[in-house]
């Protein structure tokens, strides 16, 4: 049952809706989303594996998988900003200040933690990008229903998931206070489960809207 968890059901439901609806997608930015919803189903069922079976840190497992979160993120962000002509030294740019801190962090800890610092720079970045298309979408003269747009809810749930566990991480230390709860589960971990949910909802609406489209 440890395999079983709001996070990996999220997780598995968005990874199925992917493969229904975007598997015979034309664009390879959308249908890219069926192998990184799969990789992320792995990488939460190997740190499972790794922390109850193993009884090892699992935090090399999460590492590896922050340079195809960022990767993936980043360039879907940049698709979505190409009909604005968005110059893609930016994307470039980004990706390199982020392996530089990356790098940086694991050399400072020894390689013996999360990369918790570029973690949560990531996230504010995400922000950032996330309000970014919104301004865009404000000036784009294209009228498009909100409520059928695939990128608009696509956006949204990254917004919520990464404002919020940046909110969250930010004040760990007044989270850490309340640790125990309801259920043994500390209140970070709720409130990570309640983004999981928003932004995996989100997201399997988006794929539903993207197939919606192609009809």
């Not at 992917?18 to 390879?28: I, N, T, W």
């Amino acid at each position: 049952m440890a395999y079983l968890s709001i996070n990996t059901f999220t997780e598995c439901v968005c990874f199925l809706a992917a493969f229904v609806f975007l598997r015979k997608d034309k664009s390879l930015a959308w249908k890219m989303f069926i192998p990184f919803l799969l990789l992320t189903c792995a990488t939460e069922l190997g740190g499972i594996y790794m922390r109850h079976h193993l009884r090892v840190n699992n935090y090399p497992i999460y590492n590896i998988y922050l340079l195809f979160e960022c990767g993936f993120t980043s360039l879907f962000f940049y698709y979505l900003y190409r009909p604005y002509h968005y110059p893609v030294k930016w994307l470039i740019t980004w990706y390199a200040a982020f392996l530089a801190l990356y790098l940086g962090e694991l050399i400072h800890t020894n390689f013996s933690g999360f990369v918790s610092v570029t973690a949560s720079v990531m996230s504010v970045v995400f922000v950032l990008a996330s309000l970014y298309y919104y301004y865009l979408k404000l000036k784009d003269e294209r009228f498009e229903p909100l409520l059928y747009s695939a990128s608009f809810w696509w956006v949204s749930g990254a917004l919520f998931f990464y404002f919020g566990s940046t909110a969250c991480n930010n004040f760990l230390d007044y989270l850490a206070k309340y640790e125990s709860i309801t259920y043994n589960n500390s209140i970070r971990y709720i409130i990570f489960n309640v983004l999981d949910i928003i932004m995996y909802t989100f997201w399997s609406y988006a794929f539903i809207c993207r197939y919606r489209q192609r009809k």
